[in-house]
């Protein structure tokens, strides 16, 4: 068996005086798409950051390319600046992220730090900001753009560098429909392309299609983990775990009912199971 691309044993992490993360252990494989699952306050956003080098564990090892994640190895520029050639995260909230005067800048900023040729920054600028549908912010300032706008953004600034490990953080958040269809195009046409990337979502919807396999945090803890249809159809874990809602209604006789609601691909259209895969059809 090859060496997979994280390693997590018995990891955990605490900011100050506030546990996060307790004796997590998984393995993430080159290739795999991994979808990071778990209610407000769970985790993703903290193990996102540990597998991104950002944060280390306080207890535990990490290892990433089978070398120990820690801020002794960090503190050399060269193993930083190597990790950060194979590695992109895209936060949660762009205003993290973003800090150059333009949006172009923001953009070729990751690609001139790589030391890219000139014209091939510009070219896959070009085609990225078309993507996004964000050519028309390329001389704004990023930090007075809307919220969707500078997830774009974000995104963009990450997606450019076309990194060997992908980690996207509630990704699809504060985009509308049609930018969240580009990005979960993106994650399906991404399948078997041998690119790893993962994924902290609370969209039970675009599971399925987005990830290969699953893990689902619950205060800290890693509390599940499968593949998406076995994690979908635990109905009880979901509940527990609050990822399913209850769904309200109202009965004729005027009471007010509810039922869990997982959101599960049991809307099928004609076209096909879903509507992301209708996506996937039409590209
Ligand atoms: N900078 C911080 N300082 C102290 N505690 C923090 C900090 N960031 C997060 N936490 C705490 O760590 C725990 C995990 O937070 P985290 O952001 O990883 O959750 P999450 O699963 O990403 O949640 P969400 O779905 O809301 O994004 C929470 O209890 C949170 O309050
Ligand atoms: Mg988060």
Redesign the pocket.
């Known amino acids: 068996m090859t060496e997979p691309i994280f390693a997590l044993e018995d990891v955990s992490f605490a900011?100050?005086r506030?546990p996060?993360l307790a004796h997590i252990s998984l393995r993430i494989q080159a290739g795999q798409r991994i979808a990071l699952l778990?209610?407000?306050?769970?985790?993703?956003?903290?193990?996102l950051k540990l597998l991104d080098a950002l944060y280390f564990p306080t207890q535990g090892t990490l290892k990433a390319f089978g070398d120990a994640l820690s801020e002794e190895r960090f503190a050399d520029e060269a193993v930083n600046f190597a990790f950060r050639r194979r590695v992109g995260l895209v936060f949660?909230n762009p205003d993290i992220q973003i800090f150059n005067p333009t949006v172009f800048d923001e953009i070729t900023f990751g690609p001139l730090q790589m030391g890219w040729p000139r014209e091939e920054i510009l070219r896959r600028t070009d085609a990225i900001l078309a993507r996004f549908g964000i050519a028309h912010l390329k001389d704004r300032a990023p930090h007075r753009l809307s919220g969707g706008e500078k997830k774009r953004v974000a995104l963009a600034s990450v997606l450019i560098l076309e990194p060997e490990v992908l980690l996207l953080?509630?990704p699809t958040a504060a985009l509308d429909p049609e930018s969240q269809g580009e990005v979960i195009r993106f994650l399906i046409e991404s399948q078997g392309g041998g690119r790893t990337i993962i994924t902290?979502t609370?969209d039970l919807e675009i599971v399925a299609d987005i990830a290969d396999y699953a893990f689902v945090?619950a205060g800290?803890k890693l509390v599940a983990e499968g593949t998406p249809a076995e994690i979908l159809a635990n109905e009880a874990l979901l509940r527990d775990t609050h990822l399913a809602h209850a769904h309200w209604h109202r009965h004729a006789d005027g009471a007010l009912h509810a039922h869990v609601h997982a959101h599960r691909h049991d809307h099928a259209h004609a076209d096909g199971p879903s509507r992301y895969r209708a996506i996937k059809r039409n590209a």
């Open positions: 900011y100050p506030h996060a778990g209610a407000n306050g769970s985790g993703k956003s903290t193990l949660q953080d509630e902290a609370h945090l800290g």
